[in-house]
């Protein structure tokens, strides 16, 4: 079993940065996928970044583009979202997440493992 936990997350104001950690818990946490996906009241959950296992591959929403950097550190089995010039429609809950099939994806349903959030509030 593949446990994700969260931490980072807070209130900013607009043009702040934060930065949030997702600790993963097993050995083989270089071989997966992770994501970073969040969900603002009423709104659908959205990938906002992602990384293959070797890091090779990154993806990032629009939206984020330039703002947003994520990175790994497969030895502290770790994964980052560093969140410069914070908008206040970045506001919403955050999510780590972890896909045991090569490559990135979009979807939801495409990622097994799932941390329990944290909330980024971007006041204006």
């Known amino acids: 079993q593949v446990q994700l936990v969260e931490s980072g997350g807070g209130l900013v104001q607009a043009g702040g940065s934060l930065r949030l950690s997702c600790a993963v818990s097993r050995r083989t946490f270089s071989t997966y996928s992770l994501g970073w996906f969040r969900q603002a009241p009423g709104k659908e959950r959205e990938l906002v970044a992602a990384?293959?296992?070797?890091?090779?591959?990154?993806y990032y929403a629009d939206s984020v583009k330039g703002r947003f950097l994520m990175s790994r550190d497969n030895a502290k089995n770790t994964v980052y979202l560093q969140m410069n010039s914070l908008k206040p429609e970045d506001t919403a809950v955050y999510y780590c997440a972890a896909r045991s099939t090569a490559g990135i994806s979009l979807r939801v349903q495409e990622y097994d493992y799932w941390g329990q959030g944290t909330q980024v509030t971007v006041s204006s």
């Open positions: 990384v293959t296992w070797s890091g090779s591959t990154t």
